[in-house]
């Protein structure tokens, strides 16, 4: 089992596409991950911008088309 630190949003911020995947991923996940990917479906993760981002910086990704519905009984990451 893989573990990385955990990455906090500070109060205040607004989670949107640009943040998600400049912030968030770029500067904090990406350098420290090399395993398969998958996010939820929050609205910042499904932005275009940001799948092309992740298709492109990992490893292997498990994109928003394969992702399931919004039930956490099955998406493992809720």
Request: glycine share 4%; proline share 8%.
């Amino acid at each position: 089992l893989c573990c990385t630190e955990l990455f906090f949003v500070e109060p205040g911020v607004k989670v949107n596409g640009a943040y998600d995947r400049d912030v968030l991923l770029m500067q904090n996940m990406l350098p420290v991950i090399s395993f398969v990917f998958q996010q939820d479906s929050a609205p910042a993760h499904r932005v275009r911008d940001t799948v092309a981002l992740l298709r492109r910086e990992t490893a292997e990704l498990i994109g928003p088309e394969r992702w399931s519905a919004n039930s956490p009984d099955l998406n493992p990451v809720d």
